[in-house]
């Protein structure tokens, strides 16, 4: 790829980011009158859908009537009128067009479908996109802009009887530009060393090979752009785990018949590569040692950023690749709340974990978490105070009027006039045997705790609540880096125990009253969770929107976990 057109490509996008940023920041001085003036103005664009004539639209001329009369909904209530909409229905929950639908992970039961209307993906474009091209502008060494990024994104759609389309919301790009997807292909590869062929894959192609064959072959690589942090160790260990073959791949010009590839992927890539047998020196005498050392620096020497969903949720990946990928002078951009149903929040800048509310991308609805289901106690963003816990109501440009996300965020600050925000954990995956109300996050702090304290290498843990035993418990799965065969497991257990209680005090409460028992520990294998995630994308999950198994949720989970567990001597 020629490097002037990549430093063009960059610098483009740079000067649109920087607008985007300019007009972002004078939003947050008066972020009510902006969010307000999009809640009116979706209410009379969608006054005369089924669903704004049963709520009455037209008649709403404040927050505190659409509060009275619109209610809080989950997605069991809207899936009827989704289910039309996917049958070609018009006018059910928005009069905007659309002939998409975004699908979200299915990490935790069914996957869920959002009507992506042009609106809503103008929101995703100037903010997951543009953004983050201002950050990077403002932010990081000009250098940047002169080599391509490492990008792990896939997708693919299914087309409805209706004609309407299923997926990722990337799988659609070639459609909406002339010349399809050859024109995407050529756009793309100014700044992403990915082609085609692993951002839009046939059906069975190997999207881990594609993505890191091709970072590899180019030394000019800047930076990586991913869903979530955790994705990004899947990357790296990938290219550890299969070093040598990925090197024979890149000297030879060729594709190994090991991995798996359709046979016109296979045509068509090797139609983009050559035999680069330099290229293949510089990164066998990178790995002649191994691969047990911060290697990203030295496989590309300027590489500089990562970007993704990361920041305080995802610790335990942050640190691991600092500590074992990347080392020191790489900067993270951490991507704001994002989902498929919507975006809430942009980075705050470089390596911040705060993220801004966006008074333009939605309206958006704040429930204190001690609320419960008092919906009577939601309050707009000029509500708000630091420190306190909300769990977010949105309204979004895709026909979602008070939708329950159960994303909870914590109020860290203020920019100018608008809430900084982190997120904290999703609600519906809180552990409730009785009465306790453990949250993901009080999770995350017992288990990182206990792994300083027992010099435990942590890759991932996962928690199962054991309702199979009286009195209950929790049952935890800690995954290490590296196999563990004998382990002092009673302290271990007493570890997690007084960390547990000292992240949330009510479950020594539980215990005492003998409602719940002392937790249980196992080892997983190692690279278990790496296997879920390789398992779930085999069943058609995308790999970039699935999210860590923080808690066991149903029987499937808890299978594939403790059938991984190790054998340990204690």
């Known amino acids: 790829m020629d490097g002037n057109m990549t430093y063009q490509a960059n610098e483009r996008n740079s000067a649109e980011g920087l607008k985007v940023l300019e007009a972002f920041r004078e939003e947050t001085r008066n972020p009510m009158e902006r969010t307000t003036a999009l809640l009116m103005k979706l209410l009379q664009d969608n006054k005369d859908t089924e669903y704004g004539r049963k709520f009455d639209f037209a008649n709403i001329h404040t927050i505190e009537d659409y509060q009275k009369k619109v209610p809080v909904v989950v997605y069991d209530d809207l899936a009827p009128y989704l289910e039309r909409m996917m049958?070609?229905?018009?006018n059910v929950l928005t009069a905007y067009s659309y002939d998409h639908?975004?699908?979200?992970?299915?990490?935790?039961?069914?996957?869920?479908?959002?009507?992506?209307?042009?609106?809503?993906?103008?929101?995703?474009?100037k903010y997951n996109n543009y953004l983050l091209y201002g950050l990077m502008s403002e932010g990081l060494d000009p250098d940047w802009k002169n080599g391509r990024g490492f990008c792990t994104s896939s997708g693919n759609y299914r087309t409805l009887k209706s004609g309407l389309t299923v997926g990722e919301a990337s799988s659609k790009m070639a459609d909406y530009i002339k010349g399809g997807k050859e024109a995407l292909d050529a756009m793309i590869r100014m700044v992403y060393t990915s082609p085609i062929e692993g951002l839009n894959p046939e059906e069975g192609a190997d999207t881990k090979y594609i993505h890191t064959r091709f970072a590899l072959m180019d030394k000019e690589v800047r930076g990586m752009i991913t869903g979530f942090y955790s994705v990004i160790i899947l990357f790296l260990?990938?290219?550890e785990n299969n070093i040598d073959l990925l090197i024979d791949d890149i000297e030879k010009g060729t594709i190994s018949e090991d991995i798996e590839m359709p046979e016109a992927s296979r045509e068509s890539l090797m139609k983009k590569i050559k035999p680069m047998p330099e290229r293949a020196a510089e990164l066998r005498e990178v790995f002649k040692n191994g691969t047990d050392f911060p290697w990203v620096k030295k496989v590309w020497p300027h590489f500089c950023y990562f970007v993704g969903v990361g920041g305080d949720g995802f610790e335990i990946y942050d640190r691991q690749i600092k500590e074992h990928y990347a080392g020191d002078g790489v900067k993270n951009i951490y991507s704001g709340i994002t989902a498929s149903e919507g975006l809430w929040s942009v980075p705050s800048g470089i390596d911040d974990f705060d993220s801004i509310l966006a008074p333009s991308a939605a309206f958006v609805e704040f429930l204190p978490v001690e609320a419960g289901d008092d919906f009577s106690k939601c309050v707009t963003m000029d509500k708000l105070e630091e420190g306190r816990i909300y769990e977010l109501i949105i309204t979004n440009l895709s026909g979602f009027f008070r939708y329950r996300m159960s994303d909870?965020?914590?109020?860290?600050?203020?920019?100018?006039?608008t809430p900084k925000v982190q997120f904290m954990y999703r609600v519906n995956r809180t552990i409730n045997l009785a009465e306790e109300k453990t949250t993901e996050k009080a999770l995350q702090i017992a288990v990182e705790k206990t792994a300083e304290e027992m010099n435990i290498p942590l890759a991932d843990f996962t928690v199962y609540p054991n309702t199979d035993i009286t009195p209950n418990r929790y049952d935890f799965l800690i995954e290490p880096r590296k196999e563990i065969s004998k382990f002092d497991m009673d302290a271990l257990r007493e570890s997690i125990f007084r960390n547990l209680i000292e992240a949330n005090p009510v479950y020594l409460d539980c215990y005492?009253?003998?409602w719940l028992d002392k937790p249980e520990v196992y080892f997983l294998q190692p690279e278990t969770s790496l296997l879920y995630r390789d398992m779930m994308v085999l069943r058609g999950s995308s790999l970039n929107q699935l999210k860590p198994v923080r808690v066991i949720m149903n029987e499937r989970q808890r299978k594939f976990f403790f059938g991984l567990r190790q054998e340990m001597e204690e």
Request: aromatic share 12%.
């Open 237 to 239: 260990h990938y290219i």
């Open 101 to 125: 639908f975004n699908e979200t992970s299915g990490t935790v039961g069914v996957p869920k479908v959002v009507p992506m209307t042009a609106e809503q993906a103008n929101v995703f474009a």
């Open 512 to 514: 005492k009253e003998l």
């Open 87 to 90: 049958e070609g229905e018009k």
């Open 408 to 417: 909870a965020v914590k109020v860290t600050g203020f920019y100018n006039k």
